[in-house]
Structures are given as structure tokens and as C-alpha cells.
């Protein structure tokens, strides 16, 4: 299995210059993430390569909450319990930069911030008693409806302060997943009240605690 587990390889340290550890990629920023191909495919090479290209380009630091990263063109993007990112964005760079801030904002979901973060679920649930399934633009059950309608926002902030208002609500709304659910995030600004109102201000990066 030590072949499903590939460690950036050489053909990605062309576009860069070596990192110090052979496990890590380091940008000029000194952001370090380990990079991993889940099965040795070019696609993932591909993907892992513009993702190390993204984080030189944008100063993604202050929302990385976890320094491991799978490419994985058989899964769908997830955030535990390592983050996994497919290789169906390769060539747009907003879209691949939306989602790993997103599958990063997942890990608020964590101690310290868990207990702020299920107040405001609780608060959206409020809101919106009533939320559509995942056919239907939602996600796969309500709690994770909930669960999305607060890390979507978190992701329009994140991405609004790196690429701009235009670019941010743009990308979002390309989006063919979680359809209902950005669309609220779009347009309601009780769910941006909702975030600030637990902490969840993450226009300059996550929250401390």
C-alpha cells in the first residue's frame, strides 16, 4: 500500500524549488503542507502540483487548521480525517482555492471552538426549520445542512478577503453542490449574523481561542 500513499514526486518539484523536507511542500511564505497522492495517478500529480502553485500565489496561512492533504481522484472532498480533495478542478485555480478553505473552515468544528460552533447551528436551525435535501440543493441530512449553511460563510469571508467581493461571489455561485446553500449564503445576511454573533469571523483568519 506504500504506492497509494505517494509523497510529492520529482516531476512536481520542477515547478519549485525543493522543499526541506521531502514530505512537506514550502512556499515563499514558509506555509508548509504535506501533500499526498492517495493512488501514484497523473491527475493527482496534476492537482497536487496547482495546489502547491496556489498556496505561492495566495497567502492561504491564516485559515490552515490542519498541514496534511490527500489528492484523492476517487473520493469527494471531505475535511477528516485528513483533508481529501478530488482532481475535478484542475485548471481553475478559484474553484481549488474555495474548496480547500472550505474542507480547512470544516476543522472548526473541533475543541476549541466545537461548543460556538453547534450554538450556531442551532441558531440556523432556527432560522431555517425547514432545509432541503441533498437533490434538491442541501446537504446530505439537515445537521449537515446546518453544518454547511455556517462553513460556506465562513468560506465566502475567507475567500472575499483573498481574491476580492467579485471573484468570491462569483466562484460560490459556479458551485453545483450545496446549490440551496450557497445561494442563502449569497443573499440572506442573517447567516453572516448568525457566524459573528458565535465568533466566527474569519475575514482575516480563524477565530482564537
Given at each position: ?72 481522484k ?33 476543522w472548526?468544528?473541533?475543541?476549541p ?9 442551532a441558531d440556523?436551525?432556527?432560522l ?19 453544518r ?11 475567500l ?9 461571489r462569483?466562484?460560490l ?15 440572506d ?21
Amino acid at each position: 500500500m506504500r504506492s497509494a500513499m505517494i509523497i510529492l514526486v520529482l516531476s512536481l518539484m520542477l515547478t519549485a524549488p525543493a522543499a526541506t523536507n521531502a514530505q512537506d511542500v514550502q512556499d515563499a511564505n514558509s506555509q508548509v503542507v504535506w501533500i499526498g497522492l492517495a493512488n501514484g495517478l497523473e491527475a493527482e500529480a496534476i492537482m497536487a502540483s496547482e495546489l502547491r502553485n496556489l498556496m505561492r500565489r495566495h497567502v492561504v496561512e491564516p485559515w490552515v487548521l490542519t498541514r496534511k492533504v490527500l489528492i484523492d481522484k476517487k473520493q469527494i472532498p471531505h475535511s477528516h480525517p485528513v483533508l481529501t480533495i478530488h482532481t475535478r478542478h484542475i485548471g481553475e485555480e478559484l474553484e481549488l482555492l474555495s474548496t480547500f478553505i472550505h474542507e480547512q473552515l470544516h476543522w472548526l468544528e473541533e475543541e476549541p471552538w466545537l461548543e460556538d460552533f453547534q450554538a450556531a447551528m442551532a441558531d440556523l436551525e432556527e432560522l431555517f426549520p425547514v432545509v432541503p435535501s441533498a437533490e434538491d440543493g442541501g446537504a446530505r441530512d439537515e445537521q449537515s445542512t446546518y453544518r454547511h449553511l455556517l462553513v460556506c460563510d465562513m468560506e465566502l469571508q475567507a475567500l472575499t478577503k483573498l481574491v476580492g467581493r467579485t471573484a468570491a461571489r462569483e466562484t460560490l455561485a459556479r458551485h453545483t453542490h450545496y446549490q440551496w446553500i450557497y445561494d442563502k449564503v449569497l443573499i440572506d445576511p442573517r447567516i453572516r449574523e448568525v457566524a459573528l454573533r458565535h465568533g466566527f469571523d474569519v475575514s482575516e483568519g480563524v477565530p482564537s481561542r
